[in-house]
């Protein structure tokens, strides 16, 4: 079992930045990663992936504008999130599919106000 928990959302103004953080209760190393966000009313959706070696893919909606980072040493995942639009505003998602079971954090906020 792994529990993976979400920290760095909050209120930032359009154009700023956030780094988002997620830190897994063990090993994710061998384990590919990702973000999803879920705006009010709308379904969840993926903003990137990050493999068990590193490699990255992004939504287009973020490409350009987000980074997905992972430090295996210390079991956690990174979203930074550059140039924020009010259309980012969601609650962010940590996931690893850790094997064949997935697992989701709790989530954080991020409100950018329009």
């Known amino acids: 079992q792994v529990q993976l928990v979400e920290s760095g959302g909050g209120l930032v103004q359009p154009g700023g930045s956030l780094r988002l953080s997620c830190l897994a209760s063990r090993s994710i190393s061998t384990y590919d990663m990702a973000w999803y966000r879920q705006a009010p009313g709308k379904q969840r959706e993926l903003v990137g992936t990050v493999t068990y070696d590193g490699s990255t893919t992004y939504a287009d909606s973020v490409l350009g504008r987000f980074s997905i980072s992972r430090d295996n040493a210390r079991n956690a995942i990174y979203l930074q999130m550059n140039s924020l639009k009010p259309e980012d505003t969601a609650v962010y998602y940590c996931?690893?599919?850790?094997?064949?079971?997935?697992?989701w954090g709790q989530g954080t906020q991020v409100a950018v106000p329009s």
């Open positions: 996931f690893c599919g850790c094997g064949l079971t997935p697992y």
